[in-house]
């Protein structure tokens, strides 16, 4: 119920008006809901399931607060992130450092968990929230930006109480086996980015250098070519003036 909740609410919002129905579906198609986004959201939802308590109310807000955190302070982290090898054509490697805090948080002890959950979901929302402002096609819309917490919320929240509702023994070593593949993702994903070759500019080539002559001719020379040239006297048809 609260899946086709959380799916009605966004396609409302997606089908605002006409001019703006395109460009928002898009977005939610190529960058809400991608796997990049998708992925380390659902590592957290897991982690949340895993929580009890107090501890799920202070993940999501913390989370919503990295959220926050992210758009305030976006440039910033691009700053940090634009001596990376191709982090600027791959937003920032926004994507794989979610994946790996998503993992890390799911391999910790189950009591060291309570206390690594505020941090890693921080971090998560602080990367949602550069990705959003990164490929923003509105150009600072305020519906993308709730939108994509609406997705997330969606997300958090049917993963997190499903997986209490329906809780099994098993799920603590499930958990283990998901944050591992999360940490493979994100490394690979991030040293991919990181070894790949990226094309650089061809060096000019040299130039010959001048001689003291050349210099000092060039030096005197007049924009007129018609000035340097000398004069052939024996085509103009006037004789040397003797002294």
Do not use: K
């Amino acid at each position: 119920m609260l899946a086709i909740v959380g799916a009605a609410a966004i396609c409302a919002l997606a089908l605002e008006t006409r001019s703006e129905r395109t460009v928002t579906s898009w977005w939610i198609l190529n960058s809400g809901l991608s796997p990049e986004r998708i992925i380390p959201l659902a590592g957290l939802g897991v982690a949340i399931a895993l929580a009890r308590g107090r501890h799920v109310v202070v993940a999501l807000v913390t989370f919503f607060l990295g959220v926050a955190l992210g758009m305030l302070f976006r440039d910033r982290y691009l700053a940090l992130m634009a001596g990376v090898p191709g982090a600027t054509t791959h937003l920032f490697l926004t994507g794989p450092l979610s994946a790996l805090a998503a993992g890390l948080l799911l391999i910790v002890p189950a009591r060291l968990r309570p206390w690594v959950l505020p941090f890693a979901a921080v971090l998560i929302g602080a990367m949602l929230g550069v990705a959003t402002t990164l490929t923003d096609p509105t150009l600072n819309d305020p519906a993308i930006s709730l939108i994509a917490m609406l997705i997330a919320l969606w997300i958090l929240a049917v993963i997190g109480l499903s997986g209490q509702a329906f809780w099994r023994a098993w799920f603590a070593i499930a958990a283990r086996i998901l944050g591992s593949w999360l940490i493979a993702i994100g490394l690979l994903l991030g040293g991919a980015v990181i070894a790949a070759r990226h094309p650089a500019l061809a060096p000019l080539p040299p130039q010959a250098p001048l001689t003291d002559g050349g210099a000092n001719a060039r030096r005197f020379e007049t924009p007129f070519p018609e000035v340097n040239r000398p004069r052939d006297l024996s085509r103009s048809g006037a004789r040397p003036t003797l002294p």
